[in-house]
């Protein structure tokens, strides 16, 4: 099973460098209006469609869970490199999980994580976190 989603971008190769970068991958069907991933870890079908203008929500973000600590070092290196990452969390508890994650923002706007789980936990954010406020505009984790 593989999830699909299909997101609209003004900038094409912007994107598609991106995405290679975030999923480890190329495109497995590039044309001049729509590039095609596919990924087995994670399981994912990702379109990417050229448009004129694209209008990304605030209240939303998009994540690769992985296996250890070790593999979001991994995707910092990577994403680094590039200069895609916006901000490393370690050791934060959010949405009732102590997590470890890097944050990266896609050409169009779009938040995206790669974490891993440490433990779940009671709390459902740390007394300084701003990821599980309720006020959208005080969440780190969910407005670009």
Not at 8 to 23: A, D, G, H
Not at 114 to 124: H, I, M, S
Request: glycine share 4%.
């Amino acid at each position: 099973m593989k999830t699909h989603l299909n997101f609209s971008t003004v900038n094409l190769e912007k994107s598609v460098l991106f995405y290679s970068i975030l999923l480890k991958a190329v495109p497995v069907k590039l044309l001049p209006d729509y590039a095609l991933f596919i990924t087995k870890e994670p399981g994912l079908e990702l379109a990417l469609d050229l448009r004129d203008t694209v209008i990304v929500g605030s209240d939303a973000h998009y994540g690769v869970c992985v296996e250890s600590s070790e593999d979001v070092d991994e995707a910092v290196a990577r994403l680094q490199k590039a200069g895609l990452v916006a901000s490393i969390e370690r050791d934060e508890t959010c949405c009732y999980a102590s997590q470890t994650k890097v944050w990266a923002i896609d050409p169009d706007g779009r938040r995206w994580e790669v974490y891993t789980v440490l433990e779940d936990t009671e709390e459902r954010s740390n007394v300084d976190a701003t990821c599980c406020t309720s006020d959208s505009a005080e969440r780190s984790c969910c407005v670009a």
